[in-house]
């Protein structure tokens, strides 16, 4: 099992941006699909962005779409999520979380939302 560890949220006012990294155990980021989730008080757990750790390919949910960017360094075992124009409705604990690409896609993962164990996550939160 992937060991991931998110960092970089904070408060940050509308319009700002933040970029979010997730940090990985070992170097085996191309043996998975890595994903952004999120998730606001009273409401469910939701994808944000997935990225193919082998070929980089990507999923944005439509919330994402235009404004968030999700990359990889595998060289640096790290995927980031930049985000900008980040509105007040982006806040949330996010997390991230990888599942081997042999039995998901980056739409599947994302749509779906994973089950199973997740970190701590990191407190987004944007307000004026």
């Known amino acids: 099992q992937l060991q991931l560890v998110e960092s970089g949220g904070g408060l940050v006012q509308p319009g700002g941006s933040l970029r979010l990294s997730c940090a990985a155990s070992s170097s085996t980021l191309n043996y998975y699909v890595i994903g952004w989730f999120r998730q606001a008080p009273g409401k469910e757990r939701e994808g944000v962005s997935c990225?193919?750790?082998?070929?980089?390919?990507?999923y944005y949910a439509d919330s994402a779409k235009g404004r968030f960017t999700i990359s990889r360094d595998n060289a640096n075992n790290t995927v980031y999520l930049q985000m900008n124009s980040l509105k007040p409705e982006d806040t949330a604990v996010y997390y991230c979380t990888a599942v081997p690409r042999r039995i998901t896609t980056t739409q599947r993962m994302c749509v779906t939302v994973p089950k199973g164990s997740w970190g701590q996550g990191t407190q987004v939160t944007v307000s004026s």
């Open positions: 990225i193919s750790g082998s070929d980089g390919s990507t």
